[in-house]
């Protein structure tokens, strides 16, 4: 009897080669952005408990309602593996009492989130996310930076087709003056909504204009910027004259934007991509100052943000056709005869250790192949190493985008591919 073949899980696939070398090149650039704004690394658990995502991101939630994937460790506890990262850093911030060491605490993090969606372009089941969440500040000017972060990880990155869409969605005081009065506007229209949209109006009528199926149908709702109490209203006065003094990011104002995780409250943000098909969102974030109490923590205001890796290296792709892959200069070295593999093993060394990337030389191989391996993989030189070369301690640069070559001493390679 045949086996049935084995695949990658549905809504998963496997990172391999220039998207791999993406995903952690976008890594890498973040790393180095986080140092800039004082940010250190936590690492917390693929999964837990299920209670920790209910309690933070909402029952309503589509990823708490439908979304998690969920089991049972030997039929005690039911855990779900974690659908976003905040929700586990809050709780790493509440059970190591960060609040008692007083401050501000700046952490990030990435790593594999995983959503039982409809896998479409752009929305996979496991996904990558590197995000931040500050602890601490209640001001606007931890809103702003966070945005600008973000902005500078994908600018360095490479993206710059980009604009981030901000918006205010009031406090607990504020929205609740604004709730009553989205909700007689939703009864109103109730009629045109969906089933799952009249269940949800009465529990979290916010999220009702958050419905991909209604949220475009319900164009003259209230808005909650009308709704703003005094504070919040000057929390996000603020946001926006900070973000304003920022040139080159596109900044849009969006008073429509709400999110689908309900621990948001004050300023929310997306950053959103042309370069992307329907799931256009490359990040998304905002503050969240219940939150910590909520999960049995001292009252303490917060802000972050995650990005979608995925997506970033996927916008980077279309917005570039040669998609920047390889930061470091490739050459393959190319031994003409038996006599040469041995130098020319030396020079690969000898080039890598200068910060080249050198592939495993293919003695015996036809030049010809040789040469066009060479240009499939992507390299910038062929070295050619034989007999006429190695009689005068010289190597044969060909340049592979020019096709021009050139025979330079084996001590001035270096300074001749770098020149
Ligand atoms: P989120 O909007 O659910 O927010 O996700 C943030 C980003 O993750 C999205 O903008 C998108 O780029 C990416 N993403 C989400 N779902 C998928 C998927 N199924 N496939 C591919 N990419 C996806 C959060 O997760 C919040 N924790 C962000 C945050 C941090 N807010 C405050 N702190």
Not at 364 to 376: F, R
Request: glycine share 8%.
């Amino acid at each position: 009897m045949s086996q049935p073949t084995l695949k990658a899980p549905k809504g998963t696939r496997d990172l391999f080669g220039a998207e791999a070398d993406s995903f952690h090149e976008l890594e890498e650039t973040a790393r180095r952005v986080f140092k800039l704004f004082h940010f250190s690394e936590v690492r917390t658990p693929l999964f837990e408990p299920v209670e920790l995502f209910s309690r933070s991101l909402g029952e309503t939630s589509d990823v708490v309602e439908k979304e998690m994937f969920t089991f049972s460790d030997r039929g005690e506890r039911v855990y779900a593996l974690r659908p976003e990262g905040t929700a586990g850093v809050v709780r790493y911030f509440v059970e190591n009492e960060l609040a008692k060491k007083g401050g501000i605490h700046r952490l990030f993090y990435m790593g594999p989130m995983f959503r039982g969606e409809r896998p479409q372009a752009g929305r996979y089941r496991q996904f990558w996310q590197i995000g931040s969440e500050f602890f601490g500040p209640s001001d606007a000017v931890a809103d702003a930076d966070t945005v600008l972060m973000v902005s500078m990880v994908l600018k360095k990155f490479g993206l710059t087709n980009f604009s981030v869409q901000v918006n205010s969605i009031g406090c607990k005081k504020c929205r609740a003056d604004y709730r009553p009065e989205l909700l007689k506007y939703l009864k109103s229209r109730e009629g045109d909504l969906s089933e799952e949209s009249r269940r949800r109006m009465n529990v979290n009528p916010l999220r009702v204009l958050d419905s991909k199926a209604d949220g475009p149908k319900l164009k003259d709702a209230p808005l909650m910027k009308d709704f703003l109490c005094v504070e919040c209203k000057a929390h996000h006065t603020l946001f926006l004259d900070l973000l304003s003094t920022s040139q080159s990011i596109k900044i849009e104002e969006n008073p429509r934007l709400v999110r689908g995780l309900d621990y948001y409250s004050r300023s929310v943000f997306e950053w959103v991509s042309p370069d992307l098909g329907a799931q256009s969102a490359l990040a998304a974030g905002g503050r969240y100052d219940d939150l910590v109490e909520q999960l049995g923590g001292p009252a303490t205001p917060a802000v972050g943000f995650a990005l979608g890796v995925d997506r970033v290296v996927a916008a980077r792709k279309s917005g570039s056709p040669e998609g920047k892959t390889s930061s470091s200069k490739t050459a393959m070295v190319i031994p003409l005869d038996d006599k040469a593999v041995v130098p020319a093993f030396q020079q690969s060394q000898k080039m890598r250790e200068a910060g080249l990337a050198v592939p495993t030389l293919n003695p015996g191989k036809k030049l010809k192949n040789q040469l066009s391996q060479a240009v499939d993989i992507g390299a910038n030189w062929a070295i050619l190493i034989g007999e006429d070369e190695l009689k005068t301690d010289q190597v044969t640069v060909k340049d592979l985008a020019t096709r021009d070559q050139k025979r330079v001493p084996s001590s001035d390679l270096l300074k001749h591919i770098n020149g």
